[in-house]
């Protein structure tokens, strides 16, 4: 009798265990990861607190969702194993949609797009490169063939930064521009501060985190070459969420379809960039 008590009272408990995590599920509690290193997307201010257009963006498509959520930071190499590890439930950190990452993850629609360039210090040979102002690597065509000829010449030989496991490094690597020396760093803050100090020829990132960097900091960064989309460096910049998270997936697709409406991408966009990156 007493060995049914204890079973009935166990059952119970995993009952009320199982309605609590429910009830908590459908509370809409969203835990959105971030790496709070890479200005203007995401960032710290002074005071060590989250800001950036992504920050804004994260508050206000959980307004959309009605969602109560929590920002919180990752280093960016560990970003996807601790999403996958439920550390958090989505990444919003400048994280470029490919086919790569999609075979891991799933992607929201894209909210912005995330042009990548070339950035050296004033002066440098690099200067002046003949090219397109711009190129998408998916639409190929002759413009795309002469910007990476012109491209793979000018780099030859020379020391390229870039933050580590970004598809700046992929495309840097892919041979599309020949065989570059490829120097990594874990944050894109080492890399700005790297190429001001002249120890690299050349730094590759998203176009805005050196105007970002030379703003703020006063230095003398200048951007070379075409900008750079499509291919290596995925379509746009969305929402990471786990596989198995069909229902979160919905939801933040018609949160950002509802802040795409508002105006209110665009509006962060403008604040954050300077221009309107929104998607």
Excluded at 133 to 151: C, F, M, P, R, Y
Aim: charged share 20%.
């Amino acid at each position: 009798m007493e060995v049914t008590m204890n079973m009935f009272k166990k059952i119970i408990l995993t009952v009320l265990t199982s309605l609590f995590l429910i009830s908590n599920s459908n509370a809409g509690s969203i835990k959105i990861g971030t790496e709070g290193a890479y200005p203007p997307w995401n960032s710290k201010n002074e005071a060590g607190q989250l800001i950036g257009f992504e920050v804004d963006l994260a508050n206000w498509l959980c307004i959309y969702m009605k969602a109560d959520c929590t920002i919180v930071e990752q280093d960016w190499d560990g970003m996807i194993p601790a999403l996958i590890m439920r550390k958090f439930d989505a990444i919003m950190a400048g994280m470029s949609i490919t086919g790569e990452r999609m075979k891991v993850i799933n992607f929201s629609q894209g909210y912005a797009d995330e042009v990548a360039q070339l950035a050296v210090m004033k002066g440098s040979s690099l200067e002046g490169m003949d090219t397109p102002s711009g190129i998408n690597l998916s639409l190929g065509g002759s413009n795309v063939k002469s910007a990476l000829k012109t491209l793979t010449g000018a780099l030859a030989g020379k020391t390229v930064c870039v933050q580590t496991a970004t598809i700046h490094q992929n495309f840097l690597e892919s041979g599309d521009v020949g065989s570059v020396t490829v120097r990594t760093y874990k944050t894109q803050d080492e890399v700005n501060l790297d190429l001001a100090a002249g120890r690299c020829d050349a730094a590759l990132a998203a176009a805005v985190a050196f105007t970002d960097y030379a703003e703020k900091s006063g230095k003398p960064v200048v951007l070379v070459g075409p900008t750079l989309s499509g291919g290596a460096f995925g379509n746009g910049v969305g929402v990471g969420i786990r596989k198995d998270d069909t229902e979160l997936l919905k939801a933040f697709n018609k949160a950002i379809d509802q802040a795409r409406k508002s105006g209110k991408i665009s509006e962060l966009a403008i604040k954050w960039f300077g221009f309107d990156a929104s998607m």
